[in-house]
């Protein structure tokens, strides 16, 4: 099993620049997330999905956005990137039911410059 | 609303030392409480959990009990290795479908 892939694992932006960061996941979770992790502090949710078609916002959801056209992919767009962008982002799934917990990638490594 | 509170870091320890990492939510429904670790340059990892009251969670030698009357979930282990030094997370479910993560607390174990 995959598990949840993003990529990329690294990525340098310029001021004003856009990019998707890409999330799949083969376990057909229906639960995907979309995390920051900024540097000595925890994980701020940005954007969630309960299934294909619905996403929400989360605690931080300005500056990007999100689909699910699917189970398996959970896109991260980031429209006009800014310097506040620069961190560390967490893709996770998990099971329906409140006893599972999430599945996380591995990171996208993001600075903006 | 939901919180997780965790004791603050990092701790150092050395190696064979006793380890507990001290963690609070709110109480609030009925939730289940997790606890995750993440190491170096990784996504997070789940490390155990407890779903219900009175339920210790275990793996790796570590271990959490979930404490409804003080609202605690302490991670502990016996005897530290150097191999244990990654940042640790205590997490509650919430209302909406998603966790609730504390700050995270950092861990280096020395030889």
């Known amino acids: 099993n995959a598990g949840v892939t993003q990529t990329p694992k690294f990525r340098i932006l310029k001021i004003g620049q856009s990019m998707t960061l890409q999330c799949a996941q083969d376990?057909?979770?229906?639960?995907m997330y979309w995390y920051r992790q900024d540097p000595g502090m925890g994980l701020k949710l940005i954007y969630y999905?309960?299934?294909?078609?619905?996403?929400d916002k989360g605690e931080v959801p300005n500056g990007y956005n999100v689909s699910r056209s699917t189970t398996e992919y959970f896109p991260l767009r980031l429209e006009l990137a800014a310097p506040s962008q620069t961190s560390v982002y967490f893709c996770?799934?998990?099971?329906?039911?409140?006893?599972?917990?999430?599945?996380f990638g591995s990171g996208t490594r993001l600075t903006v410059v | 609303g939901n919180s997780v509170t965790q004791m603050e870091g990092p701790v150092t320890l050395s190696e064979e030392a006793f380890l507990t990492i001290n963690c609070t939510y709110t109480?609030?429904?009925?939730?289940?409480l997790f606890w995750y670790v993440q190491y170096p340059g990784e996504g997070l990892q789940l490390l155990l959990k407890?779903?219900?009251?009175?339920d210790k969670g275990s793996n790796k030698g570590f271990e959490a009990t979930y404490r409804k009357e003080t609202t605690s979930f302490h991670l502990e282990k016996g005897s530290v290795q150097v191999s244990d030094s990654a940042v640790y997370f205590c997490?509650?479910?919430?209302?909406?479908?998603?966790?609730?993560f504390g700050s995270g607390t950092q861990l280096t174990v020395l030889p």
């Open positions: 376990m057909n979770h229906n639960y």
């Open positions: 996770a799934s998990r099971e329906a039911g409140q006893d599972y917990g999430y599945t």
């Open positions: 999905s309960v299934g294909a078609g619905i996403t």
């Open positions: 109480a609030t429904g009925y939730p289940s």
């Open positions: 997490a509650r479910t919430g209302s909406a479908r998603q966790l609730t």
């Open positions: 407890a779903t219900k009251a009175d």
